[in-house]
């Protein structure tokens, strides 16, 4: 599987982007799906997680309320909706494919990896 993430870019803060995660491959539909981000002088941290058919999604509590992340198995993306963006959501974003887990649970076998897409939130 080949990821390619897009929808990056400068937004004020209460503004909105769009992420989307186009995967090449006939198989996208079999993986769970994550959103992480890593800023500035930080540590990748996962964000979001979508199970395989969509049915189960998990955030963390910082972006809990605002980021929705959505996925369209016949167009083979996944989707990340930012709202209410704050500078401190300002990192590089990244998708990735969980091979064995459910997106967001222990197991989870972050395998495949998109390229990133910056995002920058100005106060």
């Known amino acids: 599987v080949q990821l390619q993430a897009s929808g990056g870019g400068l937004v004020q803060a209460g503004g909105s982007l769009r992420l989307s995660c186009a995967a090449s491959?006939?198989?996208?539909?079999?993986?769970?799906m994550g959103w992480f981000r890593r800023a500035p002088a930080k540590e990748r941290e996962q964000i979001a997680g979508i199970s395989w058919n969509g049915g189960s999604t998990y955030y963390t509590d910082s972006v809990k309320g605002r980021f929705t992340i959505s996925r369209d198995n016949f167009k083979n993306t996944m989707y990340l909706q930012m709202n209410n963006l704050k500078p401190e959501d300002t990192a590089v974003y990244y998708c990735?494919?969980?091979?064995?887990?459910?997106?967001?649970?222990?197991?989870?076998?972050?395998?495949?990896w998109g390229q990133g897409t910056l995002v920058t939130v100005s106060s």
């Open positions: 990735a494919a969980d091979l064995r887990g459910t997106g967001f649970s222990p197991d989870s076998l972050w395998s495949y």
């Open positions: 491959g006939r198989t996208f539909s079999s993986y769970a």
